[in-house]
């Protein structure tokens, strides 16, 4: 596996492969999920390239880029015994400019959801996912459903800007517990580990419901918001696809998602109908 830390050594090095390419971005402390998003690639492409960037752009003022886990020779293991051609390692200043042209978030799609609670923070991750598919040009990238909006707003960006890239949404991985995988879980307590599962169970009982045959968005997100209780819940909402509010469950077209506050940390998670 070979190392790069430089954008001008990535280009040069991408210009050399020829083969189709896959492309994993991570902000690195990798775990199962991003391990499942590196597997696939590896298995579907000829080449895979792997970034580890914690996006300093993507964080609004007072949130936890400073404490985000950085594990770089533990991610570099996991990376090379995955098989990753590249791993890709920028600095900040050698991958963003003084006062450089910037990418905007969608003003509606980019502002609802995430992107209310965490206003800028789309604009940040379309800033260097842009920036990282221009350098790594990959035939397919992998993107976890985890952060279904980001998985949206990028493939967006893709369609809009005619960027040659497949975005590949992968499968949500969760602990046995039930707890999606998350870098972030690791700021939890055993006791606030405990509480944040009742996420995942709120997930499954609007499952359950809709299984039972409830179309009603407002009845369901009643029954979850009654699991939620001990959470500080910022929304529980039901979108299509394409992050339109559904009044009606649209069988094979929701997504239903949760984001809240366990003590200081800030989870999210949801689950495609
Ligand atoms: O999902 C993430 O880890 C980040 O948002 C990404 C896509 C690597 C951009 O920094």
Redesign the pocket.
Known sequence: MEILTTPQELQQTRATLKGSVGFV???GALHKGHLSLIEKSVKENDFTIV?I???PT?FLPGEDFNKYPRKLEADKEICKRAKVDLLFTPTKESIYFEDEVLVKAPKVKGYILEGHFRPGHFD??LQ??NK?LNLTRPTRAY??KK?AQ?LYL?QKMVREFYLPTKIVGCEIVRDSDGLALS?RNIYLSPQERDIALQIPRSLKRAVKLIQQGERDSKKIKEEMLKLLKPIRVEYVEIVDREFNFLEQIQPSNTIILVAGYVGSTRLIDNVWI
């Open positions: 971005p991570t902000m970034s960037f914690v996006n993507q940040g991750v260097i996912v990282l993107f976890g952060d980001q990028v870098s």
